[in-house]
């Protein structure tokens, strides 16, 4: 992952002056409202420098921030090592500059060590975690864990695991962009729903460009910086006014000039993105239901991989721009991604009427995501990106980065690593998983099942 910061950068590391605040009471700070971004987090030197951003912890509030063992579970690291930072944000301490402690948020170098005290980060799992400073140390709503692993191994050959998160679905989103070095182009999409993002993902993923989110009628701070720092020649836009506002368009102008690729309804707004990314016709087209999520989650990556359009049906019908555009479009082949109660025997009756469909499924969501990644990748992909599949906030960018990394999307629940997920990792031989999201998407006990290779309970 880039180590490029997207949040404005104005934290200040103080070290040595916790006497000077042993009297302070400081007020707590709402867990949402707060993440740990650290970059890189793989292939680390014995002794290394990674970036770590705070963001969203309110003035007035510190915290420390260690290089520590694996938490076991939902509970704290207890060892870490001992030249930690400490981290603090209110203003006007002796001996610092007038008003330096003030941002909510920011970014500073933090120095690593594939060893300290008798602890060998490639034996064990270690990372970068954050937590309430001395005046509260039992409040844990600034307890955040990001893993880190070294280039001399990770532990007992097991996968490396990062996380991206951010304190909300646009900043998640924000913070995956950092990944792409440079683009020409970036597409942006209402982050409130699913349709218009998940069609958009292959075609970002053959742009080599990275997916954004919006509100209807706003821009998130967080977008805007992280388009801002990619600089693209072109902004894409993904749905019509009533997704993404005109207001928002202007504002998005201001950056990069933009286009629209939009329809009348989900089934439209596929067709035009299509359009617009295969004028000369695909070879193989994807189709998955545009009613849930899931199945598209995991068939983006799919279909950018193969460089393929991503289109989308109806249960029990084809919408007629889905039909039009797949006369057009003139494939070879349809691969159906579902089983019968998400794309039922009536739509593949019917789309055999325009190709030869072949239908990719499992028994559950994720099964399916594990069949889509062991039917169109091999052994030898050693990327893949992993996201919570019983809701889409934190993984409508999840096409693109895993189009970047040349590998699939992957589902768990926040507290579960099925077996078919992992069963898919080991089969395709992944070293290394991103995962999309904070610990409230996706468990610290899950990131722990991915390192390990076993299944959480």
């Given at each position: 992952?880039?180590?490029?910061?997207?949040?404005?950068?104005?934290?200040?590391?103080?070290?040595?002056?916790?006497?000077?605040?042993?009297?302070?009471?400081?007020?707590?700070?709402?867990?949402?409202?707060?993440?740990?971004?650290?970059?890189?987090?793989?292939?680390?030197?014995?002794?290394?420098?990674?970036?770590?951003?705070?963001?969203?912890?309110?003035?007035?509030?510190?915290?420390?921030?260690?290089?520590?063992?694996?938490?076991?579970?939902?509970?704290?690291?207890?060892?870490?090592?001992g030249t930690g930072s400490w981290a603090t944000l209110p203003a006007g301490l002796p001996g610092t500059p007038d008003g330096s402690l003030q941002p909510s948020q920011g970014t500073f170098d933090f120095p690593v060590a594939?060893?300290?005290?008798?602890?060998?980060?490639?034996?064990?799992?270690?990372?970068?975690?954050?937590?309430?400073?001395?005046?509260?140390?039992?409040?844990?709503?600034?307890?955040?864990?990001?893993?880190?692993?070294?280039?001399?191994?990770?532990?007992?050959?097991?996968?490396?695991?990062?996380?991206?998160?951010?304190?909300?679905?646009?900043?998640?989103?924000?913070?995956?962009?950092?990944?792409?070095?440079?683009?020409?182009?970036?597409?942006?999409?209402?982050?409130?729903?699913?349709?218009?993002?998940?069609?958009?993902?292959?075609?970002?993923?053959?742009?080599?460009?990275?997916?954004?989110?919006?509100?209807?009628?706003?821009?998130?701070?967080?977008?805007?910086?992280?388009?801002?720092?990619?600089?693209?020649?072109?902004?894409?836009?993904?749905?019509?006014?009533?997704?993404?506002?005109?207001?928002?368009?202007?504002?998005?102008?201001?950056?990069?000039?933009?286009?629209?690729?939009?329809?009348?309804?989900?089934?439209?707004?596929?067709?035009?993105?299509?359009?617009?990314?295969?004028?000369?016709g695909a070879t193989d087209v994807l189709v998955a239901s545009g009613i849930d999520h899931p199945d598209a989650l995991s068939g983006g990556a799919g279909a950018g991989m193969l460089g393929s359009p991503l289109l989308l049906?109806?249960?029990?019908?084809?919408?007629?721009?889905?039909?039009?555009?797949?006369?057009?479009?003139?494939?070879?082949?349809?691969?159906?991604?579902?089983?019968?109660?998400?794309?039922?025997?009536?739509?593949?009756?019917?789309?055999?009427?325009?190709?030869?469909?072949?239908?990719?499924?499992?028994?559950?969501?994720?099964?399916?995501?594990?069949?889509?990644?062991?039917?169109l990748w091999s052994s030898g992909t050693r990327r893949a990106v992993v996201v919570n599949g019983e809701g889409f906030a934190d993984a409508l960018s999840a096409a693109p980065l895993a189009g970047l990394y040349g590998g699939?999307?992957?589902?768990?629940?926040?507290?579960?690593?099925?077996?078919?997920?992992?069963?898919?990792?080991?089969?395709?031989?992944?070293?290394?998983?991103?995962?999309?999201?904070?610990?409230?998407?996706?468990?610290?006990?899950?990131?722990?099942?991915?390192?390990?290779?076993?299944?959480?309970?």
């Amino acid at each position: 992952m880039s180590s490029r910061s997207l949040l404005p950068t104005r934290l200040l590391l103080v070290l040595g002056v916790l006497a000077l605040l042993s009297g302070l009471v400081l007020p707590a700070v709402a867990q949402e409202e707060f993440s740990l971004t650290v970059a890189p987090t793989v292939g680390l030197a014995e002794t290394d420098t990674v970036s770590v951003t705070l963001a969203g912890t309110p003035s007035g509030e510190g915290l420390y921030v260690r290089q520590c063992i694996a938490p076991v579970g939902e509970e704290r690291p207890t060892v870490c090592d001992g030249t930690g930072s400490w981290a603090t944000l209110p203003a006007g301490l002796p001996g610092t500059p007038d008003g330096s402690l003030q941002p909510s948020q920011g970014t500073f170098d933090f120095p690593v060590a594939q060893a300290f005290g008798d602890v060998d980060c490639t034996v064990v799992q270690c990372g970068i975690f954050t937590r309430r400073d001395h005046n509260d140390p039992g409040d844990t709503s600034l307890d955040r864990w990001v893993p880190i692993t070294f280039a001399a191994g990770v532990p007992g050959g097991a996968r490396a695991v990062e996380r991206v998160q951010g304190s909300d679905r646009f900043t998640t989103a924000a913070v995956a962009s950092g990944s792409f070095e440079a683009s020409s182009v970036a597409f942006v999409a209402n982050g409130t729903g699913f349709a218009d993002a998940l069609a958009g993902g292959p075609a970002a993923v053959i742009n080599g460009a990275p997916l954004l989110l919006v509100e209807a009628d706003t821009v998130p701070p967080a977008t805007s910086d992280a388009l801002t720092a990619l600089a693209p020649e072109q902004i894409v836009l993904l749905g019509g006014e009533g997704a993404i506002s005109a207001a928002v368009e202007q504002e998005l102008a201001a950056i990069a000039p933009t286009s629209r690729r939009s329809g009348v309804d989900r089934w439209a707004t596929a067709a035009a993105v299509s359009a617009a990314a295969w004028p000369d016709g695909a070879t193989d087209v994807l189709v998955a239901s545009g009613i849930d999520h899931p199945d598209a989650l995991s068939g983006g990556a799919g279909a950018g991989m193969l460089g393929s359009p991503l289109l989308l049906v109806a249960t029990d019908t084809v919408p007629e721009a889905t039909r039009a555009e797949l006369e057009r479009l003139s494939p070879s082949r349809i691969t159906i991604l579902g089983g019968q109660s998400s794309v039922s025997a009536a739509v593949q009756q019917e789309l055999n009427g325009i190709a030869p469909t072949t239908r990719i499924a499992g028994t559950s969501r994720f099964d399916t995501a594990a069949t889509v990644a062991t039917t169109l990748w091999s052994s030898g992909t050693r990327r893949a990106v992993v996201v919570n599949g019983e809701g889409f906030a934190d993984a409508l960018s999840a096409a693109p980065l895993a189009g970047l990394y040349g590998g699939p999307v992957l589902l768990v629940t926040r507290d579960t690593a099925p077996q078919e997920t992992l069963d898919a990792l080991d089969q395709l031989g992944v070293t290394t998983v991103t995962v999309l999201g904070g610990p409230g998407v996706v468990s610290n006990a899950v990131l722990e099942a991915l390192v390990g290779g076993g299944a959480s309970q």
